[in-house]
Antibody, heavy 120, light 112 residues
Framework: QVQLQESGPGLVKPSQTLSLTCTVS??????????WNWIRQPAGKGLEWIGR???????NYNPSLKSRVTISVDTSKNQFSLNLSSVAAADTALYYC????????????WGQGTLVTVSS | DIVMTQSPDSLAVSLGERATINCKSS????????????LGWYQQKPGQPPKLLIY???IRESGVPDRFSGSGSGTDFTLTISSLQAEDVAVYYC?????????FGQGTNLEI
């Protein structure tokens, strides 16, 4: 059973960089051409797709965040990461990592989410 | 970006009755290469991450009860719960995966 777990600081100051890591267990990240996604959800609101990276290294980012987002994958550690620069209060949200299937890209396994608050 | 619009925003249905949630995309999500609609449905219960229910607009994910069904094509889609159970109380989201960004609808809050 594949499991994903987010980790990282729960509090980030405005203008700084938010950095999160997702650790994948129960399977190798490099065993198939999966997509490794980040999705966020402000409290009480809907879901926003941030972006993804495939095992082969291709990336897709939400244009609304593209200038500030970097997603990277480290298959040797079975981890992938999110960096979001120049954060503001509007970036406060529950951040999820999730695996996308090779055929559809839809996310079938999700982490429990980690709350990141942007505040001084 | 493709804009996904769900209706209604909130829905109250009696136990055992049918629940219907609609999702409309701002452009067609029909994949002409395989004639499938790139549309999925998720269920999110309080304090939990979303759970994938349906993909290709009408294919149930493994383990999803058959009271859940999806239909539609092109720009208009529907999620139907044929006989509402107490454990179906949740927020439901549609998502298109026709093109990135993979946009979600705003969610429909389903209550008893």
């Amino acid at each position: 059973q594949v499991q994903l777990q987010e980790s990282g600081p729960g509090l980030v100051k405005p203008s700084q960089t938010l950095s999160l890591t997702c650790t994948v267990s129960g399977g190798s990240m490099s065993s198939n051409n999966y997509y490794w996604n980040w999705i966020r959800q402000p409290a009480g609101k809907g879901l926003e797709w941030i972006g993804r990276m495939s095992t082969s290294g291709s990336t897709n980012y939400n244009p609304s965040l593209k200038s500030r987002v970097t997603i990277s994958v480290d298959t040797s550690k079975n981890q992938f990461s999110l960096n979001l620069s120049s954060v503001a209060a509007a970036d406060t949200a529950l951040y999820y990592c999730a695996r996308g299937t090779p055929t559809t890209g839809l996310t079938d396994y999700w982490g429990q989410g980690t709350l990141v608050t942007v505040s001084s | 970006d493709i804009v996904m619009t769900q209706s209604p925003d909130s829905l109250a249905v009696s136990l055992g009755e049918r629940a219907t949630i609609n999702c409309k995309s701002s452009q067609s999500v029909l994949n002409s290469s395989n004639n499938n609609n790139n549309l999925g449905w998720y269920q999110q219960k309080p304090g939990q991450p979303p759970k994938l229910l349906i993909y290709w607009a009408s294919i149930r994910e493994s383990g999803v009860p058959d009271r859940f069904s999806g239909s539609g094509s092109g720009t208009d889609f529907t999620l139907t719960i044929s006989s509402l159970q107490a454990e179906d109380v949740a927020v439901y989201y549609c998502q298109q995966y026709y093109t990135t960004p993979h946009t979600f609808g705003q969610g429909t809050n389903l209550e008893i």
